[in-house]
């Protein structure tokens, strides 16, 4: 039987993806050579589509990497100049932190799982600072408000921020940052296998040029819509479609959605006898990967899921036998989410 | 019309790839968690199928990247300590060369297009080695004889071996080399974005631990069958899939298709009054990429070619106007050699 992935990452393929995938194979797009006209127009429609998608102004650059992963790399590398500061509300943040260090930089950070931290400045010999937008780890989402407080607070300091599993289900004011990043096996809904790197001018104009995926190389190839190495070719056939898709439904629509769908969960989380919303405050729940509090309930909960074919996502980590995830991306229907808080709800 | 990609990389896909795809969303496997035993048993399967096929000794560790421009990038990372040696007959042995450079490591060259370069040994101090089995570039393609040249006449120093468009189609004796790295969109016939590592325990008591993708963070999760990062979990399906037919019909059997396709068309090609082999040596001939030395034939042949709906691939960089070359993969049937060869024979 066929199941629902609610799960956070790898997830449900965005409904259009199927239909796509038959298309390039017709089309012959995986046979296609990335030094082509062809390659390059379907360069162009995923780099455009994803500008014109999120509101991105004219000075930003789309570059394609293969991971979130490999973008807290690339970011340690050429844009970390000597040191970071992190504030981090979990798993995927510190991971960030971790990496600068790995590289050699001095990076230092602020954190917690359920309080606001925002409020202590970054170190004065920070020169970028690392800020997740949606913790997947413990579902602590941070918001408009937050992005403001960190841009006025260090208006000198780059600031990167993870919008993995993010977007484009929740609106982010990409003008208050200078570069982010992220996967398309989250909210894009597709095969996991490609990552996006959003820079600006200020990011280029610090790049470090280290290797075919450091800034200028990769800048040298995309203008010319091509990448330094053969890339994923069918995932970014694949994105520049789904991009088109979302674009169509409009992103506005898809983010009412979200809100929709989140609040419906929360509410029967907040009245559930059981189990409860792991991030306290309600202002931080994340709306695209609720984490849900379950204890010695998390088993039987999942079990009872996977019989009305509803597959969450485990807890992360150490919260594995505690917490589940459930997550609600642009593919997750409304049908979908009311199943399964009707499920939820006749969970005791 | 649905055409024949003879391009050497992207290239046809191999002929069992779109039933797996079907099968592969079928099963809802883009989806699949890469921390479920659902991916490590799919991860699992291509690499012991790798190794099985390749004929691997059982110290050799498969690890996952994204290209063999990656590959480039981690060698240079994890085992050159202080300086490598290049033996370069085309673009890619050269980029791997400037890729060392890139990252501070003190490398040097051997350089020729149509001569052997090998009988000159490498400088005392590189502690690796590189070489290029198949220069994709311009179709000189190495040995058994010269790998055993190199092997012992530098026994302490780290060798690593580009096998990009060589494999499984000619038969590469691993145990003459430390290392060796493929991406899979040329020979194996899958769609490009996951490149494959091959290493030795020479190799990993040398390993530098560099960031995610370094030797031991990759042997770290290797060993649970996972990656670091969220892999393309599709593409490792598909490869174990297509590694798993390939031994089902022998590599032997696939390696001696190669050969008998590319010495009908190198017989083509030798007696035809425009066009011959740009290799001029017959023994350093490719036998997978073969590139041909159109001169003023170039764009009329590459149209006679494409009436008859067969896609060569352009010559590389320079050669853009002068070289065509043909691609012999596995998924190249004989009869598609058979038609080429007529082709090329009727062109005056």
Same mark, same amino acid.
């Given at each position: 039987?066929?199941?629902?992935?609610?799960?956070?990452?790898?997830?449900?393929?965005?409904?259009?993806?199927?239909?796509?995938?038959?298309?390039?194979?017709?089309?012959?797009?995986?046979?296609?050579?990335?030094?082509?006209?062809?390659?390059?127009?379907?360069?162009?429609?995923?780099?455009?589509?994803?500008?014109?998608?999120?509101?991105?102004?004219?000075?930003?650059?789309?570059?394609?990497?293969?991971?979130? /992963?490999?973008?807290?790399?690339?970011?340690? =590398?050429?844009?970390?100049?000597?040191?970071?500061?992190?504030?981090?509300?979990?798993?995927?943040?510190?991971?960030?932190?971790?990496?600068?260090?790995?590289?050699?930089?001095?990076?230092? !950070?602020?954190?917690?799982? =359920?309080?606001?931290?925002?409020?202590?400045?970054?170190?004065?010999?920070?020169?970028?600072?690392?800020? /997740?937008?949606?913790? #997947?780890?413990?579902?602590?989402?941070?918001?408009?408000?937050?992005?403001? #407080?960190?841009?006025?607070?260090?208006?000198?300091?780059?600031?990167? !921020?993870?919008?993995?599993?993010?977007?484009?289900?929740?609106?982010?004011?990409?003008?208050?940052?200078?570069?982010?990043?992220?996967?398309?096996?989250?909210?894009?809904?597709?095969?996991?296998?490609?990552?996006?790197?959003?820079?600006?001018?200020?990011?280029?104009?610090?790049? =470090?040029?280290?290797?075919?995926?450091?800034?200028?190389?990769?800048?040298?190839?995309?203008?010319?819509?091509?990448?330094?190495?053969?890339?994923?070719?069918?995932?970014?056939?694949?994105?520049?479609?789904?991009? *088109?898709?979302?674009?169509?439904?409009?992103?506005? =629509? !898809?983010?009412?959605?979200?809100?929709?769908?989140?609040?419906?969960?929360?509410?029967?989380?907040?009245?559930?006898?059981?189990?409860?919303?792991?991030?306290?405050?309600?202002?931080?729940?994340?709306?695209?990967?609720?984490?849900?509090?379950?204890?010695?309930?998390?088993?039987?909960?999942?079990?009872?899921?996977? #019989?009305?074919?509803?597959?969450?996502?485990?807890?992360?980590?150490?919260?594995?036998?505690?917490?589940?995830?459930?997550?609600?991306?642009?593919?997750?229907?409304? *049908? #979908?989410? *009311?199943? !399964?808080?009707?499920?939820?709800?006749?969970? *005791?």
């Amino acid at each position: 039987m066929r199941k629902t992935f609610l799960t956070p990452g790898p997830s449900e393929l965005y409904f259009t993806v199927e239909d796509h995938l038959r298309t390039a194979l017709r089309d012959q797009i995986p046979s296609l050579s990335h030094r082509s006209k062809a390659f390059r127009v379907i360069s162009r429609q995923a780099t455009d589509g994803i500008k014109e998608l999120l509101g991105l102004s004219p000075d930003w650059q789309v570059f394609f990497l293969t991971s979130a /992963t490999e973008a807290w790399e690339r970011i340690a =590398q050429e844009l970390v100049i000597r040191q970071s500061h992190h504030y981090v509300h979990g798993a995927f943040g510190k991971k960030f932190y971790e990496t600068a260090k790995a590289w050699g930089k001095e990076a230092t !950070l602020a954190e917690s799982v =359920q309080e606001v931290i925002f409020d202590a400045p970054a170190p004065t010999d920070a020169d970028l600072i690392g800020l /997740t937008y949606n913790e #997947t780890s413990t579902g602590f989402q941070l918001n408009h408000d937050i992005l403001k #407080t960190v841009r006025s607070a260090h208006p000198d300091k780059l600031i990167a !921020l993870d919008v993995v599993s993010a977007i484009p289900g929740v609106n982010v004011d990409f003008s208050l940052v200078d570069t982010a990043y992220f996967s398309v096996q989250k909210g894009f809904g597709l095969p996991a296998g490609l990552g996006v790197w959003l820079v600006n001018e200020r990011c280029m104009a610090r790049a =470090q040029s280290n290797g075919y995926h450091g800034l200028k190389s990769l800048q040298k190839f995309a203008v010319k819509n091509e990448t330094p190495e053969t890339p994923n070719v069918l995932g970014i056939y694949l994105l520049g479609k789904v991009v *088109e898709d979302m674009a169509r439904r409009g992103i506005r =629509q !898809l983010q009412n959605e979200t809100v929709y769908k989140s609040t419906l969960l929360y509410q029967v989380l907040d009245n559930h006898p059981l189990i409860r919303p792991f991030i306290i405050n309600p202002t931080f729940r994340s709306k695209t990967t609720i984490t849900l509090a379950c204890g010695t309930q998390t088993e039987g909960l999942r079990n009872h899921l996977e #019989t009305h074919g509803l597959l969450a996502g485990e807890g992360y980590g150490a919260w594995g036998g505690q917490h589940l995830r459930i997550a609600n991306f642009p593919t997750h229907s409304k *049908e #979908t989410f *009311e199943k !399964l808080c009707d499920v939820i709800e006749k969970f *005791e």
